[in-house]
């Protein structure tokens, strides 16, 4: 079983609608990230958590909100979505700071 | 404000040919550096982790180089192979644990 996972894999949905995005792993890891990726631009980073009581954000925050419900899961919330919101968006966990990032399979989010 | 620029953005070579990827990072003062893989629909790969005060890791055909001081680095693959295909991504590690990725090189190595 993969470590680290992510749900839905596939979603489209349109402006207006709240989204979330699920992250679970099981790799024991205290930090974990979302990013997003976009043709040309790379990923980059939206929010972080350290522990179940941190949160932090990233340099692309607005428009999004997290919620780390337990060391294992991270779960990505777009209250309103919009279109130039569709991109990858891939979760991560690292067992400290000089630890490897290890990324779940991403999931595709389509905003029509 | 730390930038990561990765060249070529997209190379296609022959099997069996030896081929540097380059990672350029503007700002030096980084806690390490990682090289991952991206498969098309699939999550990103590490392959190898440079600390700051190391120079070089190596890994099968892998081998990776960091030089801090002139803000690069460089993926050696050696003997490439039709499943080397992929984009490749560095990423430097900021404090508190942060990446900053470049956008990659698609490498296809054709038979």
């Known amino acids: 079983d993969a470590d680290v996972t992510q749900t839905p894999r596939n979603r489209i949905t349109k402006t207006g609608k709240r989204i979330m995005l699920e992250c679970s792993q099981t790799?024991?890891?205290?930090?974990m990230y979302w990013y997003r990726q976009d043709p040309g631009l790379g990923l980059r980073l939206i929010y972080y958590?350290?522990?179940?009581?941190?949160?932090n954000k990233g340099e692309i925050s607005d428009g999004y909100s997290v919620s780390r419900q337990a060391q294992a899961k991270f779960s990505l919330s777009l209250e309103s979505a919009i279109p130039n919101q569709t991109a990858l968006y891939f979760c991560?966990?690292?067992?400290?700071?000089?630890?490897?990032?290890?990324f779940g399979p991403g999931t595709r989010l389509t905003v029509l | 404000k730390q930038e990561v620029t990765q060249i070529p953005a997209a190379l296609s070579v022959p099997e069996g040919e030896n081929l540097v990827l380059n990672c350029s990072f503007t700002d030096s003062a980084i806690y390490n550096l990682q090289w991952f893989r991206q498969d098309p629909g699939k999550g990103l790969t590490s392959l190898l982790l440079i600390q700051s005060s190391q120079r070089e890791q190596t890994s099968g055909r892998l081998n990776a180089s960091l030089d801090k001081s002139s803000g690069r680095s460089t993926l050696y693959i050696a003997a490439s192979q039709p499943g080397d295909s992929a984009t490749y991504l560095c990423a430097v590690k900021r404090n508190q644990g942060k990446l900053i990725f470049g956008t990659g090189t698609r490498l296809q190595v054709f038979p």
């Open positions: 958590s350290f522990d179940v009581k941190d949160i």
């Open positions: 991560a966990t690292s067992g400290d700071t000089t630890d490897t990032q290890y």
């Open positions: 790799k024991g890891h205290d930090r």
